[in-house]
């Protein structure tokens, strides 16, 4: 068995998710295995969520689930351009209506997310997603191709060797994550002219197209300055596989790192993100970390604490600060209860516990939208 490095208490880890682990250390042609901090059991795959792991020869296409190439991205805006604090009574809802024709199938369910953060200095356009329908088309030719590769290995196996990848499905897995990283740029772009329509951001209106949420930004670079702001985009994914000379590697809910480009990890819709860079012991770990502060609570659980653990008090101080996400009956829908940060882990644990990652902000939420009820 491999041994494992973990970038977090080892002790916390739920048995379930303990035994994944130890099962695919085991795995063939698995030379190294990392755990982070938001480690936790996957119901549906044999690895749990938040590990990385590199391969020589064979690789896992599996372990990633439907949800590949998802990703979070981050549009920063200098404060300089934002004239005024978001008034969530006049335009949360036009901001959720507004995203919901960004894109043709917009955020996903979960703990998908588009907001709008800050710091001291600057504002975030955070958008978490990922590759939708085609993910979950790619994922069904990753089934059938470890079928085929089963039948000439002479039993079911969940690998398949490098030499039966073709050039073309390795080409079109890695459109497939360019796909995705183009859907949260189309976000991010169209949230930043949803700001300037609304006043804001400063801007030259006239130049700004009516028709916005229809127009393709993908085109549109990732530093620039789109009708009069200037912006700078970056993008880091935590659920794909990458080819690379001599090795594969897997993550599976954890984030990417690459050298001088800063990588967001999400902490909980009440407590925003942190943004963060690696310095050269990520190597150590894959170039990967965390995607996530890693929930404290299940789904389940969370919603049983919200009923019956927090005293009304806390409830209303939550009804205070996201009145805007109340039903008509004054009750929030269970997916954003889902999300409040009591659900969560402390963000602490995060740099304790992977301290070749460098800080380079921690935001605080302003308003986030979330597509589906969960």
Excluded at 195 to 213: E, F, M
């Amino acid at each position: 068995m491999q041994t494992i490095a973990f970038y977090c208490d080892a002790q916390s880890i739920e048995q379930n998710a303990l035994e994944q682990l130890q099962q695919y250390a085991q795995q063939p042609d698995v030379n190294k295995i990392c755990a982070f901090t938001d480690i936790h059991f996957c119901a549906e795959k044999a690895l749990p969520v938040g590990v990385a792991f590199q391969t020589t020869d064979h690789c896992y296409p599996l372990i990633t689930g439907k949800d590949i190439g998802c990703g979070v991205m981050y549009l920063k805006v200098s404060k300089q351009y934002w004239l005024k604090p978001f008034n969530k009574q006049e335009h949360y809802r036009a901001f959720l209506l507004a995203h919901t024709r960004m894109t043709d199938d917009g955020l996903g369910g979960g703990n998908h997310f588009l907001s709008i953060e800050e710091d001291d200095d600057h504002i975030y356009l955070l958008c978490h997603t990922g590759t939708r329908d085609r993910g979950i088309a790619l994922y069904q030719q990753c089934i059938q191709l470890t079928r085929d590769f089963s039948r000439q290995y002479g039993r079911s196996v969940d690998f398949v060797h490098r030499d039966f990848l073709s050039e073309s499905f390795i080409r079109y897995y890695n459109d497939t994550l360019q796909y995705g990283y183009e859907r949260r740029k189309q976000f991010c772009l169209k949230t930043l002219v949803f700001l300037q329509q609304a006043n804001y951001l400063a801007a030259h209106k006239p130049a700004i197209p009516r028709d916005y949420p229809q127009r393709d930004y993908r085109q549109i670079d990732a530093q620039g300055v789109l009708h009069g702001t200037p912006y700078r985009l970056e993008d880091s994914m935590h659920n794909h596989l990458r080819w690379q000379t001599g090795s594969v590697i897997h993550r599976k809910g954890s984030t990417e790192l690459v050298p001088g480009q800063t990588a967001v990890i999400p902490l909980s819709m009440s407590r925003g993100s942190l943004l963060v860079k690696a310095t050269g012991a990520a190597a150590d770990a894959l170039y990967s970390c965390a995607h996530g502060a890693g929930r404290k609570l299940s789904r389940f659980d969370t919603m049983k604490y919200w009923k019956t653990v927090l005293k009304e008090k806390q409830r209303k101080a939550y009804r205070q600060q996201f009145s805007e996400l109340l039903d008509r009956s004054g009750n929030f829908p269970n997916g954003y209860i889902q999300e409040f940060d009591f659900a969560y882990k402390e963000a602490g644990d995060i740099l304790d516990h992977m301290p070749y990652l460098q800080e380079v902000t921690h935001t605080r939420p302003i308003v986030t939208v979330k597509y589906s009820e969960i």
